[in-house]
């Protein structure tokens, strides 16, 4: 799977967390355009050197300026001469850390503070696993960065600590008392933000602190599935309604006119779970027919079609 945000997460890993021309080639790079207007990704140094296409050496860049201005770059190549290359070619974009953290933490209490050079920030407070809790920040856990990371965050059983990939979660919580959790699971790119999914995060201290106290009843936390079940059962109860109201229109004025659907932010209000946790029911691989549903809301004559199955399903 080819995900962008994924890509980002992943390529924050990495010392320098760059991307090249060959990165704006691929289709996500729209995304990736939306990140540098978001001022997420900033101009990193242009690259070094550049591989011939024809014979594969690695050649020398040269800057030859123009008589009317700007520059035209040309890979010196030993075997084949020179030849030119675009200058978008050669752009680099880096993440910019600090600016990504604002980004994704900005419903949080933000004091953004880089504890280490490279891979080591706290992030700020928030209300977790119901109790505010300090959130912490660490990518590219390699060996050097892993004890400076264990020496600051070893007393802070209570705290949260982000990673942006599950893999260096897994590798960072066995060092660690806190829970340790990789972005990738937690957050989503709505388009034009990024938005973290509390349910999951908030389910991840619920499964691990409340152990020890089984006294205490947990909140019953209505999983994907039960959420699906609800999701499923507001869609078909739509649908019949919406059906209604186009026969009941078609006699009354000769013309069935459609009954508008509710946002996805009402539906999720409905059954009470949080939009980015609504959006992955609506695109679960296992419930299609919620698509499906969806889409046809916004046809008076596929309500109608929907209509039988619906009420069979709505129940
Ligand atoms: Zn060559």
């Not at 080639?25 to 207007?37: G, M, S, T, V």
């Not at 920040?137 to 599950?166: A, E």
Request: charged share 25%.
């Amino acid at each position: 799977m080819d995900d962008p945000l994924k890509r980002l997460l992943t390529r924050w890993e990495l010392q320098p967390p760059r991307f090249d021309a060959y990165d704006f080639r691929r289709p996500q790079a729209e995304f990736l355009y939306q990140l540098i207007d978001a001022g997420v990704l900033v101009p990193s140094t242009p690259v070094g050197t550049w591989d011939c296409a024809d014979c594969g050496s690695v050649c020398r860049l040269i800057y030859v300026d123009q008589p009317g201005g700007g520059q035209h770059s040309f890979a010196a190549c030993p075997r084949c001469g020179p030849m030119e290359v675009r200058s978008e070619n050669l752009k680099r974009y880096e993440i910019d850390s600090q600016r990504l953290l604002e980004s994704i933490f900005h419903s949080y209490r933000l004091s953004i503070e880089r504890l280490n050079p490279i891979g080591l920030w706290r992030v700020g407070r928030h209300n977790i696993g119901e109790r505010s809790r300090e959130v912490y920040f660490s990518r590219g856990s390699d060996g050097g960065l892993m004890s400076t990371v264990c020496d600051v965050l070893g007393s802070h059983g209570k705290s949260c600590v982000f990673t942006p990939t599950r893999g260096s979660a897994l590798k960072l919580s066995e060092e660690l008392n806190c829970v340790v959790l990789g972005l990738e699971d937690v957050l989503d790119w709505a388009g034009n933000g990024f938005q973290l999914d509390d349910d999951a995060i908030n389910g991840r201290f619920d499964s691990l602190e409340n152990v020890p106290k089984p006294a205490k009843p947990k909140p019953k936390r209505s999983t994907r599935a039960a959420a699906i079940e609800a999701l499923r059962r507001e869609l078909n109860a739509h649908i019949v309604a919406a059906a209604d109201h186009a026969f009941d229109t078609e006699a009354r004025t000769g013309t069935p006119v459609l009954l508008p659907k509710p946002t996805q932010a009402e539906l999720a209000a409905r059954i009470n779970v949080s939009a980015p946790t609504l959006s992955r029911c609506m695109e679960d691989r296992s419930a299609p027919e919620l698509r499906i549903l969806w889409d046809a809301a916004d046809d008076v004559y596929e309500v109608l079609k929907w209509r039988k199955l619906a009420v069979k399903n709505s129940g």
